[in-house]
């Protein structure tokens, strides 16, 4: 004897007792109440009995109604599926108004017999299943209310009761019916658990942060038609944050290179004293008040092309040193020149010592060719107080520590730049949250 | 071992590439005994000091030893 199988219809319709529109509906054997989308009765129908009509959706339909209309098919997660119902809902603030409203679409696998969920809320989606198992919340009525598993933590993120604001299609189970539900998420991004409980019982559900272009894709719409993001969803994954072990270990070993090209270049060519000299001003009494004869340094060579830091200090004492000086290269008369302006002052003011300015200063001068040099000294001062001496000394191949720091930010600026944008990130997906550690 | 590194930085290839040019940079300094964001020297005739310079202005055209 055998036993053939009723092929089960991939759709049927029936009419809306309200406005006798037909409504086309996809998962025969399950669905039990609709939504007119012609007059918008919501009414349960079994197949037996005559169809109730159990209320009705007269508020305006969301916005974006047309963006995966029912019966639109798709692919989603390998699995064929079809949008079989949508519902507008919105959270009941505890003064009894409704606040943040979000869709949720009823995808159908026909193959599988079984629904999904998709909801968008500002512009992120995720996909809703059920967990098929429970979960044990630590400290539950608490802020810090958490779930772990496997070694994830899932934070409480929202705790709230919702309202239908709007709905279409069909359903398996009465909307309605959730209004006396209590709903908690934990999450652990890009997954979201979420608790849906009465007096009776607790089911749990499983969400996933999935890309709006990933939603496009699976129902074949214009990626440009989303619905456009605002701020971070609350299980959206940053995209920083993969990347942050890579980034640190590509960071450490540039800056270990710098490090060590830096210590190399020492190495190679230490800091040599070329010159190291007294010189003492001598007032021109030819010339205008203050100014000092030209005073010439002792001749010095540079075996190679280098940098030459040119330390002086001067026995300045309440008074101002004017100092342009040239380094003159013996063989080309090529030369290079910069003026220094060196002050210093001190006193005691009401028994307390005081000081301004510096009695030193230092230039450098890069690529010095290699030659014999020296330097001369055109000071200007102010006239009065004792011509100061200067101490002069000449180093070659110092140590450019301002490269090494100048490269050493650059280094650091892209690095500093993803951690800004992580932890804004975070910032952001929290704000949107009574949990998060900025209210606490 | 290579191919495990590679991997690894390979989300951050770019990066990568983009480090180049500060290093590179610290090495043309290096290399060329330049002070990158520039020195103190004022000589118009040795702003570019790699050629010698005519003798022109200036102090240093004066006691030349």
């Given at each position: 004897?055998?036993?053939?199988?009723t092929p089960r219809p991939e759709s049927a319709q029936l009419a809306c007792p309200e406005c006798g529109t037909l409504i086309t509906y996809y998962d025969v054997e399950g669905s039990e109440y609709y939504a007119c989308a012609s007059c918008h009765a919501y009414f349960k129908y079994s197949g037996e009995s005559k169809p109730k009509v159990l209320g009705n959706y007269k508020?305006?339909p969301?916005?974006?109604?047309?963006?995966?209309p029912i019966g639109?098919?798709?692919?989603?997660?390998?699995?064929?599926?079809r949008v079989v119902g949508l519902v507008e809902?919105?959270?009941?603030?505890?003064?009894?108004?409704?606040?943040?409203?979000?869709?949720e679409y009823q995808i159908y696998q026909p193959?599988?017999d079984d629904y999904?969920q998709?909801?968008?809320?500002?512009?992120?989606?995720?996909?809703?299943?059920?967990?098929?198992?429970?979960?044990?919340?630590?400290?539950?009525?608490?802020?810090?209310?958490?779930?772990?598993?496997?070694?994830?933590?899932?934070?409480?993120?929202?705790?709230?009761?919702?309202?239908v604001v709007w709905a279409v299609g069909e359903f398996d189970w009465n909307i309605e019916g959730d209004d006396?539900?209590?709903?908690?998420?934990?999450?652990?991004?890009?997954?979201?658990?979420?608790?849906?409980?009465?007096?009776?019982?607790?089911?749990?559900?499983?969400?996933?942060?999935?890309?709006?272009?990933?939603?496009?894709?699976?129902?074949?719409?214009?990626?440009?038609?989303?619905?456009?993001?605002?701020?971070?969803?609350?299980?959206?994954?940053?995209?920083?944050?993969?990347?942050?072990?890579?980034?640190?270990?590509?960071?450490?070993?540039?800056?270990?290179?710098?490090?060590?090209?830096?210590?190399?270049?020492?190495?190679?060519?230490?800091?040599?004293?070329?010159?190291?000299?007294?010189?003492?001003?001598?007032?021109?009494?030819?010339?205008?008040?203050?100014?000092?004869?030209?005073?010439?340094?002792?001749?010095?060579?540079?075996?190679?092309?280098?940098?030459?830091?040119?330390?002086?200090?001067?026995?300045?004492?309440?008074?101002?040193?004017?100092?342009?000086?040239?380094?003159?290269?013996?063989?080309?008369?090529?030369?290079?020149?910069?003026?220094?302006?060196?002050?210093?002052?001190?006193?005691?003011?009401?028994?307390?010592?005081?000081?301004?300015?510096?009695?030193?200063?230092?230039?450098?001068?890069?690529?010095?060719?290699?030659?014999?040099?020296?330097?001369?000294?055109?000071?200007?001062?102010?006239?009065?107080?004792?011509?100061?001496?200067?101490?002069?000394?000449?180093?070659?191949?110092?140590?450019?520590?301002?490269?090494?720091?100048?490269?050493?930010?650059?280094?650091?600026?892209?690095?500093?730049?993803?951690?800004?944008?992580?932890?804004?990130?975070?910032?952001?997906?929290?704000?949107?949250?009574?949990?998060?550690?900025?209210?606490? | 071992?290579?191919?495990?590194?590679?991997?690894?930085?390979?989300?951050?290839?770019?990066?990568?590439?983009?480090?180049?040019?500060?290093?590179?940079?610290?090495?043309?300094?290096?290399?060329?005994?330049?002070?990158?964001?520039?020195?103190?020297?004022?000589?118009?005739?040795?702003?570019?000091?790699?050629?010698?310079?005519?003798?022109?202005?200036?102090?240093?055209?004066?006691?030349?030893?």
């Amino acid at each position: 004897m055998s036993d053939t199988a009723t092929p089960r219809p991939e759709s049927a319709q029936l009419a809306c007792p309200e406005c006798g529109t037909l409504i086309t509906y996809y998962d025969v054997e399950g669905s039990e109440y609709y939504a007119c989308a012609s007059c918008h009765a919501y009414f349960k129908y079994s197949g037996e009995s005559k169809p109730k009509v159990l209320g009705n959706y007269k508020s305006v339909p969301p916005p974006e109604l047309g963006l995966l209309p029912i019966g639109t098919t798709g692919t989603l997660a390998g699995q064929p599926c079809r949008v079989v119902g949508l519902v507008e809902r919105a959270e009941l603030a505890r003064n009894g108004k409704l606040q943040y409203r979000w869709l949720e679409y009823q995808i159908y696998q026909p193959v599988t017999d079984d629904y999904a969920q998709l909801a968008v809320f500002k512009g992120h989606w995720t996909v809703i299943r059920p967990a098929k198992q429970t979960f044990k919340v630590k400290s539950p009525s608490t802020r810090h209310a958490r779930v772990e598993v496997s070694g994830e933590t899932y934070k409480i993120y929202n705790r709230y009761q919702s309202r239908v604001v709007w709905a279409v299609g069909e359903f398996d189970w009465n909307i309605e019916g959730d209004d006396q539900l209590r709903f908690a998420e934990y999450i652990s991004p890009p997954t979201m658990l979420i608790q849906e409980r009465n007096k009776d019982r607790e089911t749990w559900y499983r969400a996933e942060h999935i890309e709006p272009r990933a939603v496009a894709a699976a129902f074949n719409v214009k990626p440009g038609d989303m619905p456009a993001q605002d701020g971070v969803g609350a299980v959206q994954p940053d995209a920083v944050r993969a990347t942050i072990p890579a980034l640190t270990l590509l960071t450490g070993l540039a800056l270990g290179l710098l490090l060590l090209a830096q210590v190399l270049l020492i190495n190679r060519h230490p800091p040599t004293t070329l010159l190291s000299e007294n010189l003492q001003v001598v007032a021109d009494t030819a010339a205008a008040p203050g100014t000092g004869r030209v005073l010439v340094s002792p001749s010095f060579t540079l075996g190679h092309q280098a940098a030459l830091e040119i330390d002086l200090t001067a026995t300045l004492s309440n008074q101002w040193l004017e100092l342009p000086v040239s380094l003159v290269n013996e063989q080309t008369g090529q030369g290079f020149e910069f003026t220094k302006n060196i002050e210093f002052y001190s006193g005691v003011e009401s028994g307390e010592n005081w000081s301004e300015g510096s009695r030193d200063a230092d230039a450098v001068l890069a690529q010095v060719p290699a030659g014999r040099y020296h330097l001369n000294f055109y000071p200007f001062t102010e006239a009065g107080p004792a011509a100061p001496a200067i101490v002069v000394r000449v180093v070659a191949d110092p140590a450019l520590w301002s490269n090494f720091f100048v490269v050493f930010c650059l280094l650091l600026l892209y690095p500093l730049y993803q951690y800004i944008r992580r932890a804004s990130h975070e910032t952001q997906r929290w704000n949107e949250s009574d949990y998060g550690p900025i209210n606490a | 071992m290579l191919e495990q590194l590679w991997n690894f930085l390979r989300p951050v290839r770019l990066y990568a590439l983009l480090l180049l040019l500060p290093l590179g940079w610290f090495a043309w300094g290096a290399t060329t005994s330049r002070r990158l964001l520039g020195d103190d020297n004022e000589s118009t005739e040795t702003l570019n000091a790699s050629s010698p310079g005519h003798r022109g202005g200036g102090h240093a055209r004066f006691y030349h030893k």
